[in-house]
């Protein structure tokens, strides 16, 4: 029984497909707009970034004065323009010198103005007969990371319907198991009121505490051989280690430990209830 939960539950499980590497680019925007001010910077230095910037999906305004001031003045001007197109901003200082800046509104700003000043750079530091190289283009692809523990437990969260869906699988296979389990207990007690043997040892001079002690310690011997049965199906027919981590496996061992215990003792006095009736 517990095989088989565990075998639905990693259906349930499953994680998901990663989704492909988004490559990361100006065209995703509408009408990009990158606004730059140069100071102290040479022309050909600026036609590069313009080339660059231009090759990378965006269009591009040269600002006097301040580049913050300019960008609040398009933001207060036209607020839905500058949410939408305004995504990166360069301060060139110098040939040397620069800031990238970048909209925290738009997905992926920052590492798209990271990527426009290195091509810039690299373009500056590769150049052929005095033009820049073509054919050498930086590219940022974002890849998501493996899906791990914290990715199931994110599936859960927003879908109550899905963790109640592992919890009454567990719920309704694994006692049915556990109750067969228990219940094989019994047949010690029934036979040994039909073949006397209880009786016979007795009379030979066992004491009874010591009868029932050593019927117990067998008993629940053979419980902890099969509960660590039981535990050996969680790394072995787990497929995403959602029980079996953080010591989970020892939680669901010392459940298991004090029920057989508590399971051999109540098997025991059913068994004895069940043959004083039929006496």
């Not at 910077?41 to 910037?53: C, D, G, H, K």
């Not at 509104?105 to 007969?129: D, F, G, R, T, W």
């Not at 902890?224 to 050996?232: E, R, S, Y």
């Amino acid at each position: 029984m517990l095989i088989i939960a565990i075998l639905v539950s990693n259906r349930s499980f499953a994680a998901r497909k990663l989704k492909p590497a988004l490559e990361m680019s100006f065209k995703d925007y509408k009408q990009p707009m990158t606004l730059f001010q140069a100071n102290d910077t040479p022309e050909e230095y600026i036609r590069t970034f313009e080339s660059v910037a231009n090759a990378l999906g965006t269009a591009t305004t040269q600002v006097t004065g301040n580049l913050s001031k300019s960008l609040l003045k398009v933001a207060k001007s036209d607020l839905g323009l500058y949410r939408e197109s305004y995504v990166v901003a360069i301060e060139f200082n110098s040939s040397e010198a620069f800031n990238a800046m970048y909209s925290s509104i738009p997905y992926h700003a920052s590492p798209l103005a990271i990527n426009l000043v290195s091509n810039v750079v690299m373009k500056q530091m590769l150049i052929e007969n005095g033009q820049p190289n073509k054919d050498i283009t930086l590219e940022v692809t974002n890849h998501r990371l493996p899906n791990t523990f914290y990715d199931i437990i994110s599936r859960i969260a927003p879908d109550s319907a899905f963790a109640a869906h592992v919890a009454v699988l567990f719920s309704t296979i694994l006692p049915i198991g556990l109750a067969l389990l228990a219940a094989t207990y019994i047949i010690f007690a029934v036979d040994e009121r039909l073949c006397k043997a209880k009786q016979l040892q007795l009379m030979t001079g066992v004491n009874p505490m010591m009868y029932w002690f050593s019927s117990f310690v067998w008993d629940y011997f053979m419980m902890i051989i099969v509960i660590c049965m039981m535990i050996a199906c969680f790394p072995i027919f787990e497929l995403h280690r959602v029980f079996s981590d953080n010591n989970g496996t020892g939680v669901v061992f010392l459940f298991l430990a004090v029920f057989g215990y508590s399971a051999i003792w109540f098997s025991y006095q059913i068994g004895r209830a069940s043959c004083r009736e039929r006496v």
